[in-house]
């Protein structure tokens, strides 16, 4: 079985080693040379999530994509995720045929519906149509990934009829996923429209999600279609040893869970939960890159999954430590993941 290994960031803003946080600007040109210094370091795949926030400044990951692809050869780049709710499918699919195109076929997307809500009011959706924006859009989009002129219609947008949509992409689709938190109802829709399943694991046993990887199996088996691969997503930071990984990660980890809380409807960590999660069975990847690698390797084959993506940083760490994380991540954490599987 081949396994592949991700680095995902959501821009989160820098603070230089006094604590003073970086301007959005140098965040967003840090994320672009840490793109770079991924493929250096080994890693597969970087992605860059949609967020629309002071402490996560990124609203168009495409265009950060872009330039990591202008600067870089074999790491394949996409969104983790893309907040295609309040999006326009033909205009995502358009940004990433065009990353497609500029990377020379490394681009992939991880459409999501929007755990952080800050894009419906920021761009004049209603909340209460939350799942009918997604599944409508996702329809669409799996329809815009076959090529070939796009005859449609819904509630959400203008309707499109033999409509053809550019650029076309060299060589069949992009690889696409849907991002589920926990629902259910997402692996099967994901399963009914041919998309692989991302698991966004930020809390709990991981080994829980194990029936939704077996339930979007069954459900490509009852839609008639062939297996698809399940990736993993988790927060987690890498250092040197397990003690400077929690000490660097915590404080930041507490300030920002407890900023979104009131609207995710996230328990406020303490240190107790913190240990908790950072735990064999816990879904935070904290520690030295033994400690790290074993989890990843245990929750791999727990899952059935054959990618795992490192959410790495959180809005205050520095940029050097993020580099260490990578570092860490592709020469050592990698290398022993792929040991202890094989």
Known sequence: MTYTFGLDT?????????GNPLSHAQTIRNVAEEGVFAEQAGVDFFGIGEHHTGYFPMPAGDVVLAAIAARTERIRLGSAVTVLSSDDPVRVFQRYSTLNAISGGRAEVILGRGSSIESFPLFGYDLADYEDLFDEKATLFAELLKGGPVTWEGKTRPALLNQDVVPHTESGPFPAWIGV???????????????????????????????????????????????????????????ATDEQAKAEFWPRWREIITLVAPERGFAIPTEESFDRETGPHGALYVGSPETVAHKIATNLRALEATRFDLKYGMPGLTHDQLMTNIELYGHQVIPRVRELLS
């Open 10 to 18: 959501f821009g989160d803003r820098n603070s230089d080693t006094d």
């Open 181 to 239: 938190g926990g629902n259910p109802q997402s692996v099967i829709r994901a399963a009914r429209l041919g998309f692989s399943l991302a698991l966004a694991i930020i809390g709990g046993p991981p080994a829980r999600f194990s029936a939704y990887s077996q339930l979007f199996q069954r459900a490509l088996e009852k839609f008639g279609r062939p297996p698809l691969p399940v990736l993993v997503h988790s927060p987690g930071h890498i250092a």
